[in-house]
């Protein structure tokens, strides 16, 4: 009789065990999860605290020797609704100092003038900006590189990262009156001696005809 009411005590214990078990595996599971959870929320507040946010725009076209405007502007910020828009934005790290380069790869496609100071210090309550006037002297389709350079300090010493913002090829969109312009600008020389050198020639036969005649 004993025997009976001990086994019975005994599977009664084990299944008592098993329960305990999975309830123990169960709350791990969650409390994992929780913990898990909480560190990618601490990482987004992490990467939101070194990351930034990128608003630009290269046109998909320009015009043939007329300057437009270009320009760059980094915020941590929310990113305005009209400006989205007409803009792309995306992340970039951020750092106390940026500088930004709008680069013709050729060097002989555009003119562009930085009309801002090109290395600025960027802080977290408002936006900076950098504006280009580019203007195109060739037609065609040209190349435009953004490119921010965020400057940090390391181990090291101050150190620098260029990221490329954009890079677009650009439709230039011929005008007449400038592509006449720009064709006398550059063969100006060629052109005068075309017109005048007939001129001259015309001059010296006669005055070689005159003096014979003489």
């Given at each position: 009789?004993?025997?009976?009411?001990?086994?019975?005590?005994?599977?009664?214990?084990?299944?008592?065990?098993?329960?305990?078990?999975?309830?123990?595996?169960?709350?791990?599971?969650?409390?994992?999860n929780e913990v898990l959870s909480s560190f990618g929320i601490m990482n987004k507040k992490i990467e939101s605290l070194n990351f930034g946010k990128a608003i630009y725009s290269i046109p998909d076209s320009l015009t043939l020797g007329k300057y437009e405007e270009i320009n760059l502007i980094v915020t941590r910020g929310q990113v305005d609704k009209n400006l989205k828009k007409v803009n792309d934005v995306q992340k970039i790290e951020f750092?106390?100092?940026?500088?930004?380069?709008?680069?013709?790869?050729?060097?002989?496609?555009?003119k562009i003038k930085s009309i801002s100071t090109k290395e600025q210090s960027v802080n977290k309550l408002s936006a900076t900006s950098w504006k280009f006037l580019v203007k195109p002297v060739k037609s065609g389709n040209s190349k435009l590189i953004l490119i921010a350079t965020i400057k940090y300090n390391d181990r090291i010493g101050e150190n620098s990262k260029d990221v490329i913002i954009q890079e677009k090829h650009t439709f230039i969109r011929p005008c007449w009156y400038m592509t006449i312009y720009l064709f006398f600008q550059e063969y100006w020389q060629w052109i005068i001696a075309a017109l005048f050198l007939p001129i001259l020639f015309k001059l010296i036969d006669l005055k070689s005809k005159s003096k014979n005649g003489s």
């Open positions: 009789m004993e025997n009976t009411n001990s086994k019975k005590l005994s599977t009664k214990a084990k299944i008592i065990n098993a329960a305990y078990l999975i309830f123990i595996v169960i709350l791990a599971c969650n409390m994992s750092a106390t100092r940026i500088q930004a380069n709008l680069v013709d790869p050729t060097g002989e496609n555009f």
